[in-house]
Each structure stands twice: as C-alpha cells, then as structure tokens.
C-alpha cells in the first residue's frame, strides 16, 4: 500500500506562509458526522479489530484482537518447572515498579508489612516517569469534589463506575499532602498556592504539576522512598511470568518470576499480591506506534486473566493524535496537545486543513487517519505516513514562542538536527493509553481473593475514554488503597501454592479447540527481546 | 511500523561493537536500536526511550577517549565501542523521610547521612558524567552549605541514572544528595493554602458526616 504524497513532493509543496483559508466543509463536522467519523476511522472500530472472546471469565465480550490473543494463550511454565525452585515467603508482594506499585508497596510498609516489590526492568522505568502534564486534584475554590466525578464521567462517556470514580477524586487532596510528604515538590503560584492548569475535559482548574516533568518528579521521588524503606525488598529486571493459586485454582497465592539477567525462575508465596504492571503499548495493537515505556506490554492483563480475574473495557484504547512518525527513533513519541493549544495547525499532504485542532482526542485522531487512508498524507515509505504538524506557521505567528514554551520539544528533537521552527513536523495517531483493565473495588481487589490490580493495569475509573491529569492520581489513590487492603487481610496464607487456574484454562482451550501455539504474557516486545529474553 | 530499528531495503553504513558484539547499523540509529538490530546481548537497560527514566546507562569508547551517556541519547558511529552497563547497586545511605520530626536539626542529619559530602575534591567527575549537562559538583557544594532548596533546584531535570554516583571518587553519591535536597524541600516547607483550605473542609465534612450518624443511632 503506497498511496500518499511521497515526502520530497510533499516538502516542495509545503510553505509556513501559504494562505490555507477557512476551515474546509471537511474539517468542521457536524455531530452526526462526528460519529461518522470516529465508527469509521477510530481504531477502535477498525474492521476485523474486535472479535468476541471464547474461554474464561469474560467469554462472549468484546475484545481487541491481539489481545484477545494473549489472553487465550499458553503458559509459559507448568509444574515440572516449578521443581526445586527457590521459595521466598512475603506478607506483600508488589508486581511493577512504576508509580502505583510504589505507592502500594509504600502504603503496605507504613502499615507494618513486609514487602518484595518486584518489576521487570529497573525501579522506575514506566509510564509514570514519562508523564508531562500533571495530576489531577479538586483544591482550588470554585472547583468540588463533585464537579471531579462529574468531568471523569463524562469524559469516560459514561462507562466509568462511579463508586470508583468517587473514591479517587475524592482522595485527590489527601493525595497531593502525601506526595510532598514523600518529597514530591509542585508549581506554585507567587502567594504560595499550588499552580493549577485547565485541560481538556475539565469545567474548572485541576491539574496541579511540577513544569512539565510531573512524572519525573513523582517517580524519582516514589522511587527514592521505596529504595530507602526498611521494609520493602526490590527485586530488579523480575517480571512475573505466572501467578500461583491454591490447590482449588481459585485464590492467588504468590508468584513466579523469572530474571532478565540469569533466566532463574523463583517462587514468592504470599497472603496478598499487588498487580501494578501499567498498559500495554508496546503490544503496539493494531500495528499502531506508541508512547509507552518499553516494559508495556499487557502482562498484568494476561495474568489476571488466566488466574479467573474479571476485566472490562477490553476494546476501547485511548489514541494520541500526535506522536510522531519521523525521526525514526522516536517513533510514537508525544508532541504535547499544548502546542495545538498554543495554536498550532494539522495540514495534509495538500497543504490544506482537515479538521478543528482542538476537537476531542478521538475525533482528531480519527480525522488524521482518515487523511491518511484516503490518500492525503505525506508517505516517506511503505510503513510511515503522516500530516504536518504546522509548527513553523505557528513560530511566524508567535516569534520565540516554541522556545519558550516547549523546551523539551526542542531539546528532543535538535538531538536529531531537525528544528520544528523551519521544518513542520510529520505526525500520526499513537497508541497512548489502555482505557479498561481489571475489574476492581474501592480497595483495588480483583474479583479473586488474594489479588489486587491498581494503576492502569486495573479499569472501570476512566469508562471509554480517560481525561488528563486522572491517571497520575489513579495510580496513588488506589495504589495506597490496595497496598492498606492487602495488609490488613489476615488470611493464614497459603498452604499450597499449584498451577491448577493455568491447567484450568488450558482445559477450556482444549475444549473449545483453540491452538495453543502463542504463549503469554510478552514480557519484551520481539524487536528488543533478541539479546535478552528467550520465549 | 512498530520497530523503530527496521530500515528494510537500505544497506547498514555503520560498524560498531556492543557488550562486544560486532554490529552493522544505519545511520540514524540510537545506540539501543543498534544494539536491537543486531540482538545484542545483555540490553537489558531500556525504558522510556526519551532520555527521562535514566536506564540505558552505557560506556563509551572512541579510541582512548572513554565516557558515558545515555544509549537512547547517543546515535550510532563508526568505530565505537559501547558497553551497557548493568544497573546501580543499592545506595550506601540510608534514611526514611518520616524519620525527620524537625526542621531544625536537618543540617545535622544531613551530616550523618552523607558524610562524604563536605570532602568533595573537586575533580568535576560528576559534572563531566552527566548527561543531563546538571552542574552537580556545585550542587553538592550548595548541599553541604546547608543551602537545600537551592540544592535541589540544580537538580531538576535529574534523571537518576547515577551515572555521578559511579564517576565520584569520594562515594558522595551526589544523585541521592540531590534528591534529598529536593524531598526535604517539599516535605518541610511546602504548605500550599489552597490545598490546606480545602484539606481542612474535607476533614469537617466527614467529621459532620460521623457525628450525624452517631445522632441517628
Ligand atoms: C508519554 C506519556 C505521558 C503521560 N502523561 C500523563 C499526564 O500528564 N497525566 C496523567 O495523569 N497521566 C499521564 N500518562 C499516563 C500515566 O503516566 C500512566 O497511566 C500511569 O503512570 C501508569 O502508572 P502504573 O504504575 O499503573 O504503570 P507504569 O508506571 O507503567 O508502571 C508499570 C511497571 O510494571 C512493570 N511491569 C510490567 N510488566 C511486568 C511484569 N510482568 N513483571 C514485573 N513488572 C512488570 C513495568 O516495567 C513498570 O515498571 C502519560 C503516559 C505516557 C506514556
Ligand atoms: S545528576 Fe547524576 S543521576 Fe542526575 S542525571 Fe546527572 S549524572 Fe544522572
Ligand atoms: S565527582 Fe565527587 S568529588 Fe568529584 S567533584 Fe563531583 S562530587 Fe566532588
Ligand atoms: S531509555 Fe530512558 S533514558 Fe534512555
């Protein structure tokens, strides 16, 4: 498929001061179209993207294929493997070293647990870290708890539930007093005051951030505390390849992990275990680019599942609509939807404008890939096409304004010698964010005993569609609340750790005569596992 | 689509070593996609992808010149040797912020904490490791004037990636210096009334809320 407007032609032809008019008919929908437009070009509603799953809790829901995949895949282990493998016995384990799985395990410490917080890379690399804008909390005066439910709802499209959405937003103040009890600092205004912005979704002020390294801050600071605790153990490059139930197959009762660095299995037995494994894009669905970190990659998904755990919002993903497509490296990466706001313009390989810039992230998302599909986009190959992102226009219109305002934009892209002042900047949707995940309570546990899910391996908070700022404070509300839970189940703990959820679903595989070639969870995605992991 | 390291149908124009693999990239590529390429072993060091997580620590060496950076930071070149190097050990100090009752006696803590930090030899090791262009040595310097809000602002785009604990022959472990600049900054003075207005609010609410209930009963 090569229909485009090859680069060079496309470069020639551009210019930052051609005259592009009004918005074409094309580019202001009316609402009907709008639906139009997002059931025929939103990804979530690709053909052929979502089928129905077959075995387990959720069988007969909707699914996006891939995962639907993962989810109905082999072990990777049974147990002959788990013979004589060492045994380390935990009142807590945390699986996932981003945000959430530090607050948990923090939470979990300060209420007198032991804690092994195990993550697959190195303790802090995540999500979390890359996040930019902020979080979200109702403190300045015009602003309620309420109104926060309110805009969560409906940003979510009414999917979310509200018992969930309640507990978080009314945590955000108490929140934000205990992340600057960890250190964390914040921007504030002269008077003192924590500095808040206005985003998209939001009726009022909320979203409290430290310049635009909100999660750099929060997880150098989380990362920081958990390390120094006396009662929490970390355990680097350990991913979770299977969780353990008791001899019934329906209570969790610990984990296994393998490591990145000399391939031991190990086995934790524990009361309680906190899943906090993040999203999944770099399951890269629907061979779409992405901004997350390397390690996202949908295990907590896979594992909840097969233990018996219930999960919702399987086919509804959250697209952004500009990363970027070139340079290569940084393929998927986000331009901030701040520099749309500043008044930045979307331009096809015609030069002509296509939709309102600031419609809603699916709607623009859905519009690029419309552009895209129907030939009107600026191709550099077989794999790689975009629109522009018309920064120069913006920087003719506001001299010094990306400069001053997008310094990280700036420095990420002069590594790569490419200057957005003079050069437009080709971009397309990427896949940013996993709407769903776990079916969870105000305590962040699943629906089987012993097993927790928080942050955004866990659903039900942000509905169909997640507002800025809630997933920053998701991840430490719910975080404290599960780590606080799971500390005070008093079980007496396991007497038997088995495999018996993994031998119960591949007895349904068997029966509904589905291949069990494709193993899960991905742990890596396949272009980085090469030197390190062997499936 | 997804793997940013596939550059199908062009040749490789560049010859380099990792964890010492011989490997032929593309201009254009980062040491990680590099490394990706050709299934180098032991890359085990790879986050976020956009110099902020601080993972992908690795040792370069370009003839006798040797230093250090961030992999996804730094683009393929011919000759170079690259090794990735394996992840920080657990730090030598020691405290949990909660220890902290008075804002008075931090300077002592301090000093407890981080002895090392006021026999800073000035050998810029520090400031010539970062690849964040932080002047570390200075804010060591500022830290051990008891000057920590200071301090920490040198500290801002820190990305933790220890590369100045490794560089410093005095085991200041100046990263975590920095950081407790910054966490005893927030944790003392930090006292937003906006956020303690509506704080206090929500305390009453339920307060009125339990003492309704207790009526009722
Ligand atoms: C570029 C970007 C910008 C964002 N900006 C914002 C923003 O401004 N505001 C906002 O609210 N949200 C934002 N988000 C979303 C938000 O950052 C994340 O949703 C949130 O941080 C997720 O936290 P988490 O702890 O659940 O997951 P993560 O932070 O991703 O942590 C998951 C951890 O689990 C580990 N893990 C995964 N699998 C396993 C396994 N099998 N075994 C062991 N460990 C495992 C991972 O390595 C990782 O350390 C942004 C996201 C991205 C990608
Ligand atoms: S100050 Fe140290 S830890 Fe921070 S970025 Fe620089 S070298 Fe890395
Ligand atoms: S490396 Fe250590 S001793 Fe050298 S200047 Fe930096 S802090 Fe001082
Ligand atoms: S991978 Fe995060 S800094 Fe390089």
Known sequence: MSNGIPLAEALARYRPDADIGLLPELADPKLADMDTLLNTYHPDHLRNSVIKLTVGTNAGDSCQRELAGLLQAEAFIDEADLAGTPVTDIDVLVIGGGGAGCAAALAAAEKGARVLLATKLRLGDSNTVMAEGGIQAAIEPDDTIQRHIQDTLRGGHHAGDPALVSAMAGDGPEVLRWLIRQGMQFEQTPSGDLHTRRAGGMSTARLVHCRDYTGLEMMRVLREAVIQHRSIEVWEQSPAVELLSNEHGQKCVGAVLTSLLDNQLRIVRTRSVILATGGLGRLHLNGFPTSNHLGATGDGLVLAYRIGARLRELDSFQYHPTGLVHPSHLSGKLVTEGVRAAGCLLVNGFGQRFIDELQPRDVVCSAILRECGEGRGVRIDDQRVGVWLDTPRLERANPGLLEKQFPNLMTRTRVSGIDPRTEPLLVHPTLHYQNGGAVIDANGATTVPGLYAVGEVAGGIHGRNRIMGNALLEIISFGRRAGIAATANRDRGPKKVTLEHVNRLRRALTLADMPMTQRAPRILPDYAAGGVWKR | ?217
């Open chain 2, 1 to 217: 689509m997804s793997t940013t390291a596939n550059k199908s149908g062009q040749q490789p124009d560049v010859a380099l070593t990792i964890n010492g693999l011989a490997v032929n990239a593309h201009t254009g590529m980062t040491l990680v996609e590099a490394a990706w390429h050709a299934g180098a072993p032991r890359v085990t060091g790879v986050g976020c992808m956009e110099g902020v997580c601080g993972s992908c620590r690795v040792m370069l060496r370009r003839g006798t010149n040797v230093t250090v950076g961030l992999a996804c930071q730094t683009f393929a070149e011919n000759n170079i040797e690259v090794v990735f190097l394996p992840p920080a050990s657990a730090p030598r100090h020691h405290y949990e912020i909660d220890d902290f009752k008075d804002a008075w006696d931090i300077h002592a803590r301090f000093q407890d904490i981080f002895p090392e930090a006021s026999r800073c030899r000035h050998c810029h090791g520090c400031d010539t490791s970062c690849p964040k262009g932080i002047t570390v040595e200075n804010g060591v310097a500022l830290a051990a004037a008891g000057r920590y809000r200071e301090a920490g602002g040198t500290f801002f785009e820190c990305v933790m990636c220890e590369l100045c604990d490794v560089a410093c022959p005095e085991l200041i472990a100046p990263a975590h210096v920095g950081l407790f600049c910054r966490r005893v900054t927030a944790h003392f003075h930090l006292r937003p009334p906006n956020l303690i207005y509506r704080l206090e609010e929500l305390r009453r609410e339920r307060q009125g809320a339990t003492l309704a209930e207790r009526d009722e009963e």
